[in-house]
């Protein structure tokens, strides 16, 4: 999906030098302690459909789903925006940022120089062939020129690392039948490196699907959920991880069987949802759906995972009790986690609150080291599902299909700031 990768490139200060000349282009201020519970009131709205995707460039946050109509944070001004607008993240003006684009956007990452990178089901960008895959200048709304990747299908996640552009989802590259789920792409040109085939099987029957792409902050880790089994043969039962500091990513050790092929409901391709390492790389949280729920099983529920190769149960499980989670972000005081939920601390419930669970409506907190729910509650109307979060040095943004948060107005569009405003 988050999804949103801009916000799992959010790191250390410290490291912010060697990234940019190693490691992720660019480096989004990591937020100290957990974020307040009141929603800022200057964010805008959207107010039709839904959102899937959050990028950040500059002071800009980039907005990618299925809509039509935004207005301003007062109400007063509307404007018409394709599946993709900007607002300024400081006060929440809505950019002139316009391209119209003809399907739904799933994924967001930030490009090079003032551009943005969409992934989607779409096949023109204002009146133009663009499909799958496109660059946008921010400035503009125009395709970037020279920008022709040869991709069709499904982008359902990206992830940057420097110069190169990882792209998930249920895809193909012209000349070829069969959907390769993970290719690499040029992030200048989109240019499909064609080494890079990292050989993913499905069980029969079933498409090769990539459903979230998440990279460590130092860039040499990136985590692959999906429909796979296996991976260049080894056995990888819907999760991956690759090493991507050599000069060509490789399978590393990193393996669990805690999410079996058959362990939940079979109406999802995969349901592994989506991924978020921490900012030092040290650990992985992922979130998952599939309808039920009970103590050993991997359905609804996040999950921790040590990232050393010698990995293979997880460090701390939190159940919801039966209901959906689909983004997680992952911060040093908090992993934020959003769906359809309705409770954390819920072993004992499925579809019921269980002994020990805790009120959490379709978004939520967990401690990080103990893997308890957070007292941090604001809550929202659940909707389908919360499914973006970025996050930034101003806190935490939300992208959802429902206009409640906090116990406010907010369209689609919500920012839980570090500290009070009005």
Excluded at 14 to 33: D, E, H, I, N
Excluded at 216 to 238: E, I, K, N, W, Y
Excluded at 247 to 273: K, V
Excluded at 333 to 351: E, I, M, R, T
Aim: aromatic letters at 8%; a neutral charge.
């Amino acid at each position: 999906m988050r999804r949103n990768i801009p916000g799992r490139l959010a790191v250390l200060a410290a490291v912010g030098a060697l990234l940019a000349a190693t490691g992720p282009a660019y480096a989004v201020p990591v937020p100290t302690g957990v974020v307040g519970a009141d929603p800022a009131d200057w964010t805008p709205h959207i107010t039709d459909g839904e959102v899937w995707a959050l990028a950040q460039v500059g002071d800009t946050v980039v907005v990618g789903g299925h809509f039509d109509t935004v207005t301003s944070a007062d109400g007063r001004t509307t404007y018409r925006r394709k599946n993709l607008m900007a607002f300024r993240l400081a006060d929440g003006a809505v950019s002139d940022f316009a391209p119209d684009v003809d399907g739904p956007v799933y994924a967001l990452a930030t490009g090079p120089a003032g551009t943005v990178i969409a992934g989607g089901d779409f096949g023109k960008i204002n009146d133009t062939a663009q499909r799958t895959v496109t660059r946008l200048d921010l400035a503009t709304g125009d395709v970037v020129p020279g920008f022709a990747a040869p991709v069709k299908g499904e982008v359902f996640t990206l992830a940057r690392s420097g110069s190169r552009l990882y792209l998930g989802g249920r895809v193909y590259v012209d000349g070829r039948t069969g959907s390769r789920g993970l290719l690499r792409l040029d992030v200048a040109t989109g240019a499909v490196d064609k080494t890079f085939d990292v050989e993913l099987t499905a069980p029969a029957g079933r498409p090769v699907k990539v459903q979230d792409l998440t990279i460590s902050a130092d860039g040499t880790h990136m985590l692959a959920l999906g429909t796979f089994t296996r991976v260049g043969g080894q056995p990888r039962s819907q999760a991956a991880m690759f090493d991507l500091a050599g000069p060509a990513p490789a399978l590393n050790g990193w393996r669990t069987d805690f999410y079996g092929a058959d362990a939940c409901s079979d109406d999802f391709n995969t349901y592994l949802r989506a991924a978020d390492f921490d900012p030092t790389g040290a650990y992985v949280v992922v979130v998952t759906s599939g309808h039920s729920s009970r103590i050993g099983l991997p359905c609804d529920t996040a999950a921790r995972f040590e990232t050393a190769p010698a990995t293979r149960r997880p460090t701390w499980i939190n159940y919801t009790g039966g209901n959906s989670l689909y983004a997680v972000e992952v911060t040093d005081a908090a992993v934020y986690v959003g769906g359809h939920l309705q409770w954390l601390d819920n072993p004992y419930g499925n579809k019921t609150k269980g002994a020990g669970a805790v009120d959490r409506k379709g978004i939520g907190a967990i401690d990080p080291a103990t893997g308890r729910a957070l007292p941090w509650n604001p809550g929202r109307t659940r909707g389908e599902g919360l499914r973006a979060f970025l996050v930034s040095g101003s806190g935490l943004v939300v992208g959802s299909d429902t206009d409640q948060l906090g116990h406010e107005y907010h369209g689609r569009i919500g920012l839980f700031p570090l500290a009070a405003r009005g």
